[in-house]
């Protein structure tokens, strides 16, 4: 096993899926000569023919609408959004089309795309280069949204979701790319669409997140249990679908629950997950749930304090953790 | 000279053929009445869009199609599932919300469907389903086949970003797609001059080099005629094709419309150029098809869209479990199941 940032995991789970089966096209702004703006497709060019990779005008709800003919035509097409700030000219392409043609068709036709966009701030992007919109596509029957915070689960997950018969989100943290480092098997493989993963065990509290705050949580995590705290934290991986059964078994078991993500609190999915919680394992429960999330401002500033404030940091999750555990 | 020679061309036309013509536009005027007397029964709810007036654009083009071609297209879908040969009974189904409808009940007048036929279907965002075409065409050049696909929008959806990210898409990749613009003048209630800078909407296609032409749509001949250069265009692989049909809906945008945008007058011109009159009129006369053959055909498909109001009436309505089914080509574990907390 070779140790590969989650950058090199996507382009190299992407290539051998593409030499795996021909049906596996890529599309996107940039994505050919260039190489993409992050590097994904990196000498894709020159190894696949031209017409695999495919370099498309700056037309987002274009890139997205023709993928989901080609994936209803019988192709496994990989769009990329270049900043997933970018997706919304196609949000009624994947809301109306994407989601809705297996079920508008009584399963006559599916949609076996993937729309791969990076997300996520702490790159100094400001308005338009930061944003999280998970929230907004979890909203949507139709649609799976994945989102892996690790190399290694970035390869399974990609994989899978190019072979997944559905419409697949798959959001990158962008600040993760050359961040996160970790070993990662040198053959394809897939992991479970659907598959939390306890990425920390832990008594006393559970923590729910993903993306960069997923990586800021273990080191948080790890601070506090210098004092004793023993934190546990569950990585969904997928959104949609969520595993809900591992998320109240953790609570079942700590009674505690801290909910993360860079997504602004209002309507975020960690309001979705508190809701499920506070149903099902209520009984449970010792503390309120908690959410430490970003705030309700309509875009991640430019500004390093303003950035920096907006986005929860170590410290932050460690001062929420401790709290929590003194409830 | 070119007029003898369309002459000449018209009547090496297999009358066979010709009467099937008549027959197909005589089913969808024939459908579209009944459709509009179940709307005001109460028995069709909804938005409901009728093709009565543009029959002969959909079968003069469908005509040129073979299996292996694909059609999308807009909301104003009866006349185009017909014309692709979808059943009438199934459609009226589909229209009265049924189980045995052509998308069991979901999708309603706007979005027929058939998989079996190629037929995308309606698709009542407008202007959406130009880049679904697209894409449906790219696969089909990724394939090298000579599969043609059809997409056919409204006047209206030439203002929109869809259509013009996509005819710029179709061009630079050189896809083997007709766009065919049904332009009736009006963009649900607004007049197309008012909301479009040019009124010849073939300029749009100018702008991204996209051979086009302007058609006659109200003469099912002419309309055949017309495409036969467009579909051989693209089916021996030279790339896109735009056709503006000039047609008129008689019937309003949908149902309810009372058309205070328009004058009775310009109607009756446009009722003068009638394709079915057209069509019975060089039957009988130049063809010197007898009157009675016509109103064989005429009770035929007056026969064929009773059994097909009656199919719909007597079918059941969806079972309610439908509304959680083919959500995702596996439903979600129970956990997450859409149903929770109602039974």
Redesign the interface.
């Known amino acids: 096993m070779a140790v590969k940032t989650v950058l090199e995991s996507v382009h190299d789970t992407l290539w051998k899926a593409m030499e795996e089966d021909n049906r596996v096209v890529i599309m996107g702004e940039d994505v050919g000569a260039k190489g993409g703006v992050f590097r994904v497709t990196a000498g894709y060019l020159e190894q696949f023919v031209e017409n695999r990779v495919i370099d498309t005008p700056l037309a987002e709800l274009a890139i997205i609408g023709v993928g989901i003919g080609m994936a209803a035509n019988g192709m496994l097409p990989v769009c990329e959004i270049q900043f997933a700030d970018f997706i919304h000219p196609a949000f009624d392409q994947i809301v109306s089309e994407a989601a809705r043609i297996r079920y508008r068709s009584n399963n006559a036709w599916g949609c076996p795309m993937v729309i791969r966009a990076p997300y996520g701030g702490g790159i100094h992007g400001a308005l338009y280069h930061s944003q999280s919109v998970e929230a907004f596509f979890a909203h949507v029957p139709g649609l799976k949204v994945v989102i892996p915070s690790t190399p290694y689960d970035t390869a399974g997950l990609l994989y899978s979701a190019i072979h997944d018969p559905d419409p697949v989100m798959f959001f990158e943290h962008k600040r993760t790319y050359r961040l996160i480092k970790g070993e990662v098997p040198d053959n394809l493989y897939k992991i479970p669409i659907g598959k939390a993963d306890r990425k920390r065990e832990g008594r006393d509290l559970t923590i729910f997140t993903y993306g960069l705050m997923l990586h800021y949580a273990i080191e948080a995590a790890e601070r506090v249990a210098k004092d004793g705290i023993s934190v546990e934290i569950i990585d969904p991986r997928t959104l949609v679908p969520l595993d809900i059964d591992m998320i109240l078994e953790s609570v079942k078991k700590t009674s505690k629950l801290l909910i993360i993500h860079e997504d602004n609190e209002f309507c975020g999915f960690g309001a979705e997950v508190a809701a499920i919680v506070a149903d099902k394992g209520f009984a449970w429960l010792d503390a309120p749930i908690k959410r430490l999330c970003g705030p309700n401002v309509p875009a991640m500033p430019y500004n390093h304090v303003q950035q920096e404030w907006f986005l929860p940091g170590v410290e932050d999750i460690e001062a929420a953790i401790r709290e929590l555990a003194e409830f | 000279m070119a007029a003898k020679t369309a002459k000449a061309k018209k009547e090496s036309l297999e009358l066979e053929m010709l009467l099937e013509w008549y027959r197909q536009m005589a089913l969808i005027r024939v459908f579209e009445t009944n459709a509009e007397k179940a709307y005001q029964e109460g028995n069709i709810a909804g938005y409901h869009h009728v093709y009565t007036g543009q029959e002969a654009v959909a079968v003069g083009t469908f005509a040129h199609l073979e299996a292996k071609d694909?059609i999308v297209t807009h909301y104003r879908d009866h006349g185009h599932a017909l014309a692709r040969g979808i059943d009438p009974k199934r459609a009226m189904a589909e229209l009265w919300g049924k189980a045995t409808g052509t998308?069991?009940g979901?999708?309603g007048s706007m979005?027929l469907?058939?998989?079996e036929l190629n037929f995308?279907?309606g698709?009542a965002?407008v202007a959406?389903?130009?880049?679904?075409?697209?894409?449906?065409?790219?696969?089909?050049?990724?394939?090298g086949t000579d599969s043609v696909t059809l997409c056919i929008f409204g006047d209206g959806s030439t203002n929109n970003?869809?259509f013009h990210?996509?005819l710029?898409?179709a061009a630079?990749w050189e896809l083997p797609i007709l766009f065919l613009c049904e332009n009736n003048l009006y963009g649900m209630w607004t007049p197309a001059e008012e909301v479009s800078a040019v009124r010849d909407m073939t300029k749009k296609a100018a702008a991204y080099d996209i051979p086009a032409k302007q058609i006659d749509g109200m003469n099912v001949l002419n309309v055949y005629q017309e495409m036969q250069e467009a579909i051989a265009h693209i089916r021996s692989g030279k790339g896109p094709y735009f056709v503006e049909a000039l047609t008129y809906r008689y019937r309003g945008h949908g149902a309810g419309d009372i058309e205070a945008y328009r004058t009775k007058e310009e109607v009756g011109q446009w009722r003068e150029k009638d394709p079915i009159v057209q069509m019975s009129r060089y039957l009988t006369g130049e063809r010197g098809v007898p009157e009675a053959r016509l109103e064989e055909l005429q009770a035929q498909v007056e026969a064929v869209v009773a059994e097909a109001v009656q199919f719909a009436a007597e079918s059941p309505e969806p079972e309610v479990e439908?509304l959680w089914?083919?959500?995702?080509?596996?439903p979600?574990?129970d956990?997450?199941s859409?149903s929770q907390g109602r039974s």
Do not use: C, V
């Open positions: 694909h998308s069991k979901k999708g979005h469907a058939s998989r995308w279907g698709y965002i959406a389903h130009i880049s679904l075409a697209t894409g449906i065409a790219l696969a089909e050049q990724y394939r970003g869809y990210e996509s710029n898409l630079i439908s089914q083919d959500i995702y080509a596996k979600f574990p956990s997450m859409h």
